[in-house]
């Protein structure tokens, strides 16, 4: 027996060990380096990696950028939340990003990078991303890895099911992860029960330059909706939403929400409710819709209605699909046909079947009841099957306790994530039958497989998300970066490659191929360009200009001196420095920071212009300096403000 | 000397022509600034008529890092010679012209001495301009320092502190030295024919 054993171990040694020499070989993604030091998630310096992968920022409200297979940080990009080290969310240019109907807010909790598709294919575009707590949606620029676009989403709490995205990327989707009530107003929260809440769909147009509009928001049955997943090929005039707690509990939830054998897949076909645009009720709904033109300030519009029907005035818009237990992840296959739901708190991953989906709508018997005027349809009328656990084999259970996401490989593979059981199910897509299970350490949540929503996933590589990291790295007082893991899938079964921690808590990621973004990135700002109110273009420009009580500076940054050469002001003055870097060379950015302001480091990109609000409140000379080492002369960068009584 | 040129030839006379004309359109020289932490190197491109650099901003950011050192500004306008090369190779190309309906072999050799002192000139100037370039420095720029050579290179490459500046003959140069060729060619032949007589 142990001599099976380690015949095993050996002979999966054996498999790393060819895997690594084939990806060494065969270098990953035409030479780029990759060597058999760690199974081929070695990167040799010099060389790039093969995928970028978006992580979202979780509790830290940003995304961040790692690249796989090696699993090094490239980037964290603010989006939610602000970040000293950059200034954003504190500089003029970045605070409107921020606005919200509750006022400046300068935190979220970020989920769901998703990227924008073209034909079911990512296109390389923008990537967006939801706020969970105070409801808004963000689109990031994919030239600039920057945040360029927050709308946020009324009649609405907790934006989980967010930012999913259809085939062509007309619509974003938000949704409630909390009921409330709808308009928000002073009611005793046991009437949750009573049906006083609801929660809402919401529809997010993107015009061709991504710009976000809310078309519609559905009003449907207070349960609280949890993640989405859009249809594609067959299936794109849809999207799914899963839901739990439709026992409508309004406390200890962890028990009272968790009664249901079967709880909801809400089907929303939006090209219907499209068509109810014209019936919809123009509502309250006061919501912010802020944009950072390219090298400008940000630009903060207020909006005060949208426009809202409820689903049962719009009939054949919304469907409800019975899944066990408190489903999690909804995820469609790259045919459109398959829209698998996780049951949460079950051992069975549920596989509902598009086709006998558009059957079971048009067919009276298949309708097991409705909940205020939403169709109910029965379990099996749009069920395909269900995954079941595979029998032991060769020592392992494959199990799948507590599945909550899946996602699509390019070889007609499902990988669904196990948060209880701690791995990775492979099965296949037409039999359902499980292939195999991957490790994770520990606590699963989300995984991602490059392109692994699209029509045609690019594959090769999965990662699990982890929720705890415990006896995996060294330890660091009680709490720990979030791990991840990454397999190589390219062959038949699964190859663990690779491990490396995350920034804050990402939930989902995604990844895509480098060929998609690297050429295209942006390695400055053209001073050309730059239409910034308070640019200053060139060196002989810099001056200081009295308004009153309010001073602008205008400074220049290149290398490697400041102008003007002094800055002189009155005690009780408001001095505005509006920082133009000059330096027109990539990775060359200034830092800016003055002696006790509360606003932080000023980082300015090559070409860009970034302005700060100081008070001048004490009578003295203070230096100002570049914060970020530019050159053999960085620490020369510097000058003085003086405040005069 | 006084005799006419085959008919063959006055055609590659003409021929010259265009090809010259080309010459307006395309860099001369190329001087590419590499170094450990120039990945993408800075280039600098000679025209007839101007300097440019490889991608927009180049010359600017070359000029951004000399004054380091102490080097003069690289600026096309205070350049008299981009001013007056585009006349000189119009007169060459003009003379060709002229060699095609007055096509006598004298006429051939005195333009390929024109092509031979445009470009030994050519050569010359931009040496003393590189010269100038290198040793007219500002001593108090603040890494400027008596013991480097800050002189650019004419031809092939030179550590200059942390920079390895290339410099090379580019497409322009190349056409010339084939109209040069052409040229030779001519007078090579026609000098047979008339050793034949």
Redo the contacts between chains.
């Keep these: 027996m142990r001599n099976l054993k380690n015949n095993i171990r050996f002979s999966g040694l054996l498999i790393v060990f060819t895997a690594s020499l084939f990806t060494s070989f065969c270098g990953l993604g035409g030479g780029n380096g990759a060597s058999s030091k760690s199974g081929g998630a070695w990167i040799t310096p010099r060389y790039m990696d093969e995928v970028y992968a978006f992580m979202s920022g979780g509790y830290s409200g940003q995304v961040s950028i790692n690249g796989i297979p090696s699993g090094r940080i490239i980037k964290q990009i603010p989006v939610f939340s602000v970040f000293p080290e950059n200034g954003y969310g504190f500089d003029e240019e970045t605070k409107g990003l921020l606005m919200t109907s509750q006022g400046f807010l300068p935190w979220d909790d970020s989920h769901h990078p998703v990227l924008s598709l073209t034909n079911g294919m990512q296109d390389g575009r923008w990537l967006f991303i939801n706020a969970n707590n105070t409801p808004r949606i963000a689109r990031i620029d994919l030239d600039w890895f920057e945040t360029k676009e927050i709308i946020e989403i009324p009649n609405s709490a907790g934006n989980h099911g967010s930012p999913y995205i259809t085939e062509n990327s007309d619509y974003v989707f938000a949704a409630t992860r909390f009921s409330v009530p709808i308009p928000q107003r002073d009611i005793p929260i046991e009437s949750m029960s009573k049906g006083e809440f609801n929660g809402t769909i919401t529809m997010v147009k993107l015009d061709k330059d991504g710009h976000m509009s809310i078309d519609l928001q559905v009003r449907v049955p207070a349960f609280h909706y949890d993640k989405s997943g859009c249809g594609k090929a067959v299936s794109k005039d849809w999207c799914f939403f899963t839901s739990y707690n439709t026992e409508q509990a309004w406390k200890m939830m962890e028990a009272e929400a968790s009664q249901n054998d079967k709880d909801y897949i809400l089907a929303f076909n939006w090209k219907v409710a499209q068509g109810c645009i014209s019936k919809a009720k123009t509502v309250p709904g006061v919501h912010y819709r802020n944009y950072h033109p390219e090298n400008q300030p940000a630009i903060s519009e207020k909006r005060t209605t949208v426009k809202m029907i409820d689903a049962k005035d719009c009939p054949g818009s919304v469907y409800y699909l019975p899944t066990p237990k408190s489903p999690h992840g909804v995820d469609v296959s790259p045919d459109g046909e398959l829209i698998v739901g996780s049951g949460k708190l079950s051992a069975q991953i549920a596989v509902h079947s598009f086709s006998k989906l558009q059957k079971a709508i048009n067919d009276k018997g298949a309708i097991e009841k409705t909940i205020d005027g939403v169709p109910v349809l029965k379990y099996e009328a749009t069920l395909y099957g269900e995954v079941q656990k595979k029998e032991k084999e060769a020592g392992k259970d494959y199990l799948c306790l507590g599945p909550l996401h899946t996602e699509f490989d390019n070889k007609g593979r499902a990988y669904t994530s196990c948060f209880l059981s701690n791995n990775i199910m492979v099965w296949d897509r037409k039999t359902l039958d499980v292939i195999e299970g991957l490790q994770t350490w520990y606590n699963i949540g989300h995984l991602s497989v490059v392109g692994g929503n699209t029509v045609k996933p690019y594959g090769k590589y999965v990662i699990g998300l982890d929720k705890q990291a415990k006896d995996r790295m060294l330890p660091v007082g009680p709490e720990l970066h979030h791990l991840v893991q990454l397999y190589d899938i390219s062959g038949d079964k699964g190859v663990f490659l690779n491990e490396f921690p995350t920034i804050g808590e990402p939930h989902y990621a995604q990844m895509a191929p480098a060929e998609l973004l690297a050429k295209k990135s942006k390695k400055f700002y053209?001073?050309k360009d730059n239409k910034h109110p308070h640019a200053t273009l060139t060196e002989d420009k810099a001056r200081v200009e009295r308004k009153g009580k309010e001073v602008h500076a205008y400074v220049t940054a290149?290398?490697?001196h400041f102008k003007p050469d002094k800055i002189e002001v009155k005690k009780g003055d408001t001095v505005y420095f509006h920082v133009t870097n000059l330096?027109?060379?990539?990775d060359m950015p200034h830092g800016f920071a003055v002696y006790g302001a509360e606003f932080p480091n000023l980082l300015v990109m090559p070409g860009q212009t970034k302005s700060a609000m100081w008070k001048a409140d004490n009578v003295g000379v203070y230096p100002f300096y570049c914060t970020d080492f530019c050159?053999?002369?960085h620490q020369?960068m510097q000058n003085y403000i003086r405040v005069s009584p | 000397m006084n005799e006419n040129i085959l008919q063959k030839h006055k055609y590659f006379v003409l021929l010259s022509v265009p090809i010259m004309i080309s010459v307006y359109f395309v860099p001369l020289w190329i001087i590419i600034m590499g170094g450990v932490q120039f990945p993408d190197p800075l280039e600098m491109l000679l025209y007839v008529y101007d300097i440019v650099g490889g991608e927009e901003w180049n010359i600017y950011t070359i000029n951004d890092f000399n004054h380091y050192v102490g080097m003069g500004k690289i600026n096309a306008e205070a350049m008299p010679e981009l001013k007056y090369m585009p006349w000189i190779l119009g007169y060459i190309i003009l003379f060709s012209v002229i060699t095609f309906f007055h096509s006598k072999v004298y006429m051939v050799l005195i333009q390929l001495a024109h092509l031979t002192l445009a470009g030994l000139a050519g050569m010359v100037d931009f040496y003393l301009w590189l010269y100038k370039y290198g040793k007219n420095m500002d001593t108090t720029a603040p890494l400027y320092n008596k013991v480097f050579d800050y002189q650019p290179p004419l031809f092939a490459c030179k550590q200059i502190m942390n920079v390895r500046p290339c410099s090379w003959p580019h497409i322009g140069t190349f056409i010339m030295l084939g109209v040069a060729g052409i040229f030779i060619y001519i007078a090579y032949k026609e000098r047979e024919l008339h050793l034949k007589k």
């Design positions: 053209n001073l290149t290398l490697t330096t027109q060379e990539y050159s053999a002369l020369e």
